[in-house]
């Protein structure tokens, strides 16, 4: 990390703020800029030691040779197309974005040819955002995709990965489509059901509560999570999470149709299919 | 606990097994009487403190004051409809069935006039099964509920609420179609929902397990459950489930819908009331 000597991170919340606290835990001895629009909220990120120093003012990016976008996804375009003239040449940077297809054809389509973008999906978080409940091994053990397409510079990729592995992640390189379809049906549709199964149940009893076991709650911990972050993730990636529900709906109707009619032996035969996915995963 | 002098245990797996061993830590000093019809599982059930012997006969039976029925659900209901002759006059019964209805019924149906039966179902248990995976504590910090009928004996209902307080469980009463209704919602539904989203996972791209976060993992633990007894107490309760199920399938294709044409506005508010529910549990 020593070829860095100004950090610029660009919203400090759970995943901005475990990167810069992870930076300056793992030894990084440079500035680590944070940038955003809410001064109190930087005051807090600083005061918890996940940034050095804060501005709401882009300029600054001027400074930074390596510039970490952790915004929600729709921010992080929109950044993207505006921050190129802020931009210091030779710059490299990477975000934290949760889908990738839109982030990095928006980066190559935007940004300047004299800087580097490499997209990066560290796959890590809590139903929690913001920088209180950050930490400074989010990372650490944690899978980080990154995505690179056949415009992406070499140097800039074989960077960002040795960044990831120094804050501890171990990193997995695809294409941004297939991050995304995979995303979309490992991470994404999850948070759909869960909102749905919450939403589907039974809320008037006054017994609810006491009958809601760990099944329930371990199923529908992630409902809980910022519905805006993931109303935006859904757009950002909305064919690839609307194929994954119409498959879930498949296999939703498929054991209904199996309970309704009390067939046993295609009950069992679609559990025990599942039992030996999950236990193989 | 002392009004029992022998207590019979017919079927010592996970339930039946913390059962045993709950009673024997909190200074039962009776004979708890393990029956099964598998003598090395009962052997394992002896050593890890489940019960202080075992039988593979069902004569056994006459010496117990207390039964606890802990098979699966489906082996409850013909266990009820045969063990009549073979109960001592005075016995209290009870179980551990995951469905009330069917059971509590049966019991009326066939259990002789000088027993008496009340229906339980402890809250707790573990996607593993078999008495291994047991512990004494199992029932501590539980909810149990007991579900009386207007044909129930009101002091046998007090002698099981006793009986479950006295294994650390907090319990709640109400009638068997009520439990059976509420928990299809709360324990039954997100079983079938946790393997439909198991089953529609893309499975066959060599980074899906690296990108499986702890959401998917939260959200899809139970699919790792015993097929034969979920597909058992489906089948058990077959209309409240098939019920459940279709109001979740609603639920998904609203999301759904909102995902597939981009309304933001109606993703936030679904994602904020699933939010706001799953915050209020």
Same mark, same amino acid.
């Given at each position: @990390?020593?070829?860095?000597?100004?950090?610029?991170?660009?919203?400090?919340?759970?995943?901005?703020?475990?990167?810069? @606290?992870?930076?300056?835990?793992?030894?990084?001895?440079?500035?680590?800029?944070?940038?955003?629009?809410?001064?109190?909220?930087?005051?807090?990120?600083?005061?918890?030691?996940?940034?050095?120093?804060?501005?709401?003012?882009?300029?600054?990016?001027?400074?930074?040779?390596?510039?970490?976008?952790?915004?929600?996804?729709?921010?992080?375009?929109?950044?993207?197309?505006?921050?190129?003239?802020?931009?210091?040449?030779?710059?490299?940077?990477?975000?934290?974005?949760?889908?990738?297809?839109?982030?990095?054809?928006?980066?190559?389509?935007?940004?300047?040819?004299?800087?580097?973008?490499?997209?990066?999906?560290?796959?890590?978080?809590?139903?929690?955002?913001?920088?209180?409940?950050?930490?400074?091994?989010?990372?650490?053990?944690?899978?980080?995709?990154?995505?690179?397409?056949?415009?992406?510079?070499?140097?800039?990729?074989?960077?960002?990965?040795?960044?990831?592995?120094?804050?501890?992640?171990?990193?997995?390189? @695809?294409?941004?489509?297939?991050?995304?379809?995979?995303?979309?049906?490992?991470?994404?549709?999850?948070?759909?059901?869960?909102?749905?199964?919450?939403?589907?149940?039974?809320?008037?009893?006054?017994?609810?509560?006491?009958?809601?076991?760990?099944?329930?709650?371990?199923?529908?911990?992630?409902?809980?999570?910022?519905?805006?972050?993931?109303?935006?993730?859904?757009?950002?990636?909305?064919?690839?999470?609307?194929?994954?529900?119409?498959?879930?709906?498949?296999?939703?109707?498929?054991?209904?149709?199996?309970?309704?009619?009390?067939? @046993?032996?295609?009950?069992?035969?679609?559990?025990?299919?599942?039992?030996?996915?999950?236990?193989?995963?």
């Amino acid at each position: @990390m020593k070829s860095y000597n100004t950090v610029a991170i660009i919203g400090v919340g759970l995943i901005g703020g475990a990167f810069g @606290m992870a930076l300056l835990k793992k030894g990084f001895t440079g500035r680590v800029i944070g940038i955003g629009r809410n001064e109190k909220r930087l005051k807090v990120a600083k005061r918890m030691g996940a940034i050095t120093e804060y501005s709401t003012d882009y300029w600054i990016l001027g400074e930074a040779d390596l510039v970490f976008l952790a915004t929600p996804v729709i921010h992080i375009e929109s950044l993207l197309e505006g921050i190129g003239p802020y931009l210091k040449a030779g710059a490299l940077l990477t975000d934290g974005g949760s889908t990738k297809e839109k982030i990095v054809s928006t980066a190559h389509k935007f940004l300047p040819p004299y800087v580097f973008f490499v997209g990066s999906h560290p796959v890590t978080g809590s139903e929690k955002s913001g920088v209180h409940f950050t930490k400074s091994d989010l990372f650490e053990g944690a899978v980080c995709a990154v995505t690179p397409d056949k415009t992406t510079d070499k140097k800039a990729l074989g960077n960002v990965i040795k960044l990831w592995k120094a804050l501890g992640s171990t990193v997995i390189s @695809m294409k941004p489509a297939v991050h995304d379809k995979l995303l979309a049906s490992t991470s994404h549709l999850p948070h759909f059901v869960a909102a749905a199964l919450t939403l589907s149940v039974v809320r008037k009893d006054k017994n609810l509560r006491a009958l809601l076991g760990k099944g329930f709650k371990d199923t529908t911990r992630i409902a809980a999570s910022n519905p805006e972050v993931w109303a935006q993730i859904a757009l950002a990636n909305k064919k690839n999470i609307s194929n994954s529900l119409q498959e879930f709906l498949k296999q939703t109707k498929k054991l209904q149709s199996a309970v309704r009619t009390g067939n @046993m032996r295609k009950l069992v035969r679609l559990l025990s299919e599942a039992k030996t996915v999950r236990e193989s995963l």
